[in-house]
């Protein structure tokens, strides 16, 4: 017996030196950690790490280093560099988090050179899968969520829509998808405004609107001090008293921020792909975990939604290929990526490396003392209608 022991001590002993040697795998996650975007990096590392944490921090034996870099973004310089440096020098496996479109396009090209995949796990402007062979998106495109919102509001009574959003990449995509389903369905763009991305100022367009008279202003800006301006803004210039009413993408209604926003939220209907109220056993598992990997990190969005399915995603492809790949290879099985997110049903579409998904239409209501985002109607498989047609 005494033998056996010693036998079988000697065969961990093995193991443990063995899970010990395995090279690491190293994820570089390049996002704002700090600046006005810090929420985002902050959402997407919790929700890698919730996973990991649900899962086992190691993959196949291997450990997983997660190498944090700050962009202090939107800063699409600081980004490049930091790939470079964490492709050249630190030999990372792969390229992740990307709260911001400017930074996944400054990376794509050397995402490409080094051949090293790239996970989007929030930026959401539609050509950015286009830019890299090697990058693949786990969160969503604005035409992807927008688009159903112009179908839904053209058949649901509204004909007289303004829209106003934030002037870069994705608030462009968001205005050309939902212009094009609304006016499909028989509505009237009345004007568009764009407001820049750095330091808004909303009220002179927020008074624009409300001359205008619409039954309806559609709006998509990241979540964060422009969800907060304009919310404010559209509050104290009592818009929502002459009748306009909001519809939006549910970046506006953003879950991390909506009891911040308060009662003005309440009522607004939105469509978007993740919900803290999305009633499935993955998405009840999701939050508690996430509560307990993050105790000071309130509610999750869908950054961490993204960060959590990237990092799933990232995860079997190590299963398969352990440290030694092409990234080729881990393309090729990102390509065919097929689960259950804390979202609904998710999959890759192999021809553009995008994310294929539910949209749901919600409304913000109050449960249980807080708000949330609660689904009513929902367009199943989205493609991402902002690409070119295949
Ligand atoms: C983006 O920059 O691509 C972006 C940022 C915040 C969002 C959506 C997209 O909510």
């Not at 050179?113 to 969160?139: C, D, E, G, L, W």
């Not at 907060?228 to 009592?238: L, P, V, Y």
Request: aromatic content about 8%; overall charge neutral.
């Amino acid at each position: 017996m005494k033998r056996f022991l010693v036998a079988l001590g000697l065969a961990g002993a093995v193991c443990v030196a063995h899970a010990q040697s395995a090279e690491p795998i190293r994820i570089g996650l390049i996002a704002a950690f700090s600046g006005p975007f810090a929420d985002y990096g902050k959402q997407i590392e919790g929700g890698m790490k919730t996973w990991l944490r649900q899962n086992g921090d190691a993959i196949a034996g291997r450990k997983v280093e997660i190498l944090v870099r700050d962009t202090t973004g939107p800063a699409p310089e600081v980004a490049k560099r930091l790939a470079q440096e964490l492709v050249v020098r630190d030999k990372v496996h792969f390229l992740a988090g990307f709260g911001l479109t400017p930074e996944a396009l400054a990376v794509a090209p050397v995402a490409t050179q080094a051949k090293t995949p790239m996970v989007i796990m929030n930026a959401a402007t539609s050509v950015i899968t286009m830019k890299s062979p090697y990058a693949v998106r786990f969160s969503h495109t604005l035409p992807q969520d927008s688009a159903p919102m112009g179908t839904w509001a053209a058949k649901n009574g509204i004909q007289r829509v303004y829209t106003l959003v934030a002037d870069y990449g994705p608030g462009i995509d968001a205005e050309a998808a939902f212009s094009k389903t609304f006016k499909e369905g028989g509505g009237q763009i009345v004007d568009s405004v764009r407001v820049p991305l750095k330091n808004p100022e909303f009220a002179p367009f927020i008074q624009r609107i409300k001359d205008a008279k619409p039954q309806a202003v559609f709006i998509f800006v990241p979540p964060g001090e422009h969800s907060i301006a304009f919310m404010k803004g559209f509050q104290e210039r009592g818009l929502a008293k002459e009748g306009i009413q909001v519809i939006a993408t549910g970046d506006l209604t953003d879950d991390h921020l909506l009891d911040a926003m308060g009662d003005p939220v309440l009522g607004i209907i939105n469509t978007f792909h993740y919900s803290n109220a999305h009633d499935s056993p993955e998405n009840k598992a999701f939050l508690k975990a996430f509560a307990e990997t993050n105790p000071d990190g309130g509610r999750p969005n869908f950054m961490a939604v993204g960060g959590y399915d990237g990092m799933h995603a990232i995860a079997e492809v190590v299963k398969k290929l352990g440290a030694n790949f092409t990234g080729d290879q881990a393309m090729e099985l990102f390509k065919q990526m097929k689960f259950e997110s804390p979202r609904g049903p998710i999959a890759i579409d192999p021809e553009t490396r995008d994310i294929v998904q539910t949209v749901y239409v919600r409304r913000v209501e109050r449960r249980d003392g807080h708000l949330y985002n609660i689904e009513f109607d929902s367009f199943p498989n989205v493609k991402d209608p902002g690409k070119p047609a295949q």
